[in-house]
């Protein structure tokens, strides 16, 4: 598959661990209460047996995020032990799409494809599973499987994503535009969801143009 058929993640670092800070943060809050009802004891336990899960899967996350500038060490076992003994943590989730993007970057689509379902059907943050969801509409478009990416893209609630739903719908639409009987069909329908991305973009968003563009460009390769 050629290197710029790779699907191109929206990295942003400090989102993704501003929202495993506060899935961390807010989870401790809310459970505490509740077990603070209970008595001090009882709370007392509770905080440092958290405190110690938390401390021991920030310590292994923080050996997958330096490890993975030496290609010489294999982080999958790192990885797997974050998601099978810490899956409840963010830091499960963030392993998870640091061997995605790993996978991808190797241009192994099909285990980056496993690591993004992980994170789909185990992580407590919605806002992580939506992305999950994106990021696995982008693998496998970049496959050239239009149907398959419709189809996970099909989904009610879009969590506050509705512009980045939009744009992936949209090209799966042109992917399947470029060929098959409904040629015509598939790019109308790809233009309306470029249309539609473009109106629910954040104001002064920097990727407007670059969805303008596809929106000029959708079935001129017909």
């Known amino acids: 598959m050629a290197e710029d058929k790779l699907p191109q993640f929206a990295e942003d670092d400090n989102v993704v661990r501003a929202r495993a800070f506060w899935n961390e943060n807010g989870k401790s809050i809310v459970a505490g209460v509740i077990i603070g009802l209970g008595g001090i004891v009882g709370f007392n336990y ?15 996350f923080d050996q997958l995020r330096f490890g993975q500038t030496d290609n010489d060490i294999d982080m999958g076992p790192v990885a797997d032990e974050l998601k099978e003994k810490y899956s409840s943590t963010a830091y499960a989730d963030l392993a998870a799409f640091s061997m995605a993007k790993q996978f991808v970057e190797k241009n192994d689509l099909e285990s980056a494809a496993h690591e993004l379902n992980w994170v789909m059907d185990n992580s407590q ?17 970049a496959q050239e499987t239009p149907d398959k990416g419709l189809e996970i893209l099909a989904i009610t609630d879009k969590g506050g994503f509705e512009s980045r739903y939009h744009e992936l719908t949209g090209d799966a639409y042109a992917q399947r535009g470029q060929g098959g009987d409904n040629q ?8 309306i969801e470029y249309q539609k991305s473009l ?6 968003s920097s990727h407007a143009g670059f969805i303008q563009l596809k929106l000029d460009n959708v079935g001129e390769s017909q």
């Open 46 to 60: 509770w905080k440092s047996y958290q405190q110690t899960e938390g401390e021991n899967a920030s310590v292994l």
């Open 199 to 204: 109106e629910t973009l954040p104001v002064g």
């Open 184 to 191: 015509g069909g598939d790019s109308e329908r790809a233009r």
């Open 125 to 141: 943050d919605s806002g992580f599973r939506h992305i999950a969801r994106l990021r696995l509409a982008s693998v496998v478009l």
